[in-house]
């Protein structure tokens, strides 16, 4: 079985709501939780929590093989419309971008 493109598995694990699938509780990202929220420099150190930690499981294994984080870059933030955009370095010195 072919697998999905590391672009559409890195979406899918930073687009998927923390606890939204019933068979993978711990697959997805905290970011929905970031809606609404004042956007302050503690919003987007948040950001950069939730966006890093949804590439592993409970046990810090990582979701995909392929897609192991070494860190997230923030780029740019916008405190006033509350855009964001941040890069995510993997071991296979990949790094795909982020924005909201």
Same mark, same amino acid.
């Given at each position: 079985?072919?697998?999905?493109?590391?672009?559409?598995?890195?979406?899918?694990?930073?687009?998927?709501?923390?606890?939204?699938?019933?068979?993978?509780?711990?697959?997805?990202?905290?970011?929905?939780?970031?809606?609404?929220?004042? %956007?302050?420099?503690?919003? #987007?150190?948040?950001? &950069? &929590?939730?966006?890093?930690?949804?590439?592993?499981?409970?046990?810090?294994?990582?979701?995909?093989?392929?897609?192991?984080?070494?860190?997230? %870059?923030?780029?740019?933030?916008?405190?006033?419309?509350?855009?964001?955009?941040?890069?995510?370095?993997?071991?296979?010195?990949?790094?795909?971008?982020? #924005?909201?």
């Amino acid at each position: 079985m072919a697998k999905i493109s590391k672009e559409k598995s890195f979406n899918r694990m930073i687009e998927t709501p923390l606890g939204s699938r019933v068979y993978l509780p711990h697959f997805g990202s905290k970011l929905h939780i970031l809606i609404d929220r004042p %956007t302050t420099l503690k919003w #987007a150190m948040l950001f &950069k &929590k939730y966006l890093f930690e949804c590439f592993f499981d409970e046990n810090w294994n990582p979701w995909d093989d392929r897609l192991v984080p070494t860190g997230v %870059t923030l780029n740019s933030f916008d405190t006033t419309s509350g855009e964001i955009s941040c890069s995510v370095n993997f071991e296979d010195d990949l790094s795909l971008e982020y #924005a909201a």
